[in-house]
């Protein structure tokens, strides 16, 4: 029951750290007046993906049983496609960035919880700073170029396209299979221990 437990707040942290990435997503291109249509935490897929809300700007919040990332969608591709490079860039990056301050925000939270009378309750504690761990994990990762779909690997064709133009995919694809044979290794230890978990 306890590694249940400890399953099931992990897939509730990485559905609200999908959330905050993709709500980075949606204020930078609306920075850039460019409408969203919706944000899915989950792989959108017809008949399975169910809309929870809409907000005032018409933006539907929708939620997949797939919980495998979040999307941010846009049918105003021409919009998009008519920004700078640097306004898109900062479109893909938005997302990181909006993990890296929750965690940073977590990790100050850790630390007045436990000077605090909450030291008397680890479990939220302990909560508290895996929250933290895997919001920089999830911005840092979306920033790697792990796969050419990820915010790293387009910013990879943004900026090697005038260069290398349909052939940086493939160097998106090769950095992406050697990131992620050694990700554990260049990301996930190094933060592990960092965070002493």
């Known amino acids: 029951m306890d590694s249940l437990k400890r399953y ?11 959330f905050v990435h993709e709500e980075g997503h949606n204020l930078a291109l609306r920075h850039y ?37 979040g999307v941010t969608v846009s049918k105003e591709i ?13 479109v893909y990056l938005s997302g990181g960035v909006f993990n890296l301050m929750l965690a940073f ?5 850790y630390f007045l919880a436990k000077k605090s009378g909450l030291r008397r309750l680890p479990e939220v504690i302990r909560t508290i700073k895996l929250a933290s761990f895997y919001s920089l994990l999830v911005g840092l990762t979306n920033w790697l170029v792990v796969l050419p779909a990820l915010d790293g690997g387009r910013i990879l064709m943004i900026l090697s396209g005038p260069i290398l133009g349909d052939k940086g995919y493939w160097l998106g694809a090769i950095l992406g299979l050697l990131m992620i044979t050694f ?12 965070y002493k978990l």
Do not use: H, M, R
Request: overall charge negative; aromatic content about 8%; hydrophobic content about 50%.
């Open 105 to 109: 925000g977590l990790l100050l939270l």
């Open 8 to 18: 099931g707040i992990l897939l509730f942290l990485l559905v609200i750290l999908s």
């Open 78 to 90: 021409d919009a998009f496609d008519n920004l700078q490079p640097l306004s898109k860039i900062i």
């Open 33 to 69: 007046e460019v409408d969203v249509d919706s944000i899915c935490i989950g792989l959108p897929i017809e008949g399975i993906t169910f809309t929870l809300w809409e907000d005032n700007n018409g933006t539907e919040y929708n939620v997949s049983p797939l919980l495998l990332f």
């Open 183 to 194: 990700i554990d290794k260049i990301l996930y230890l190094p933060l592990k221990k960092i």
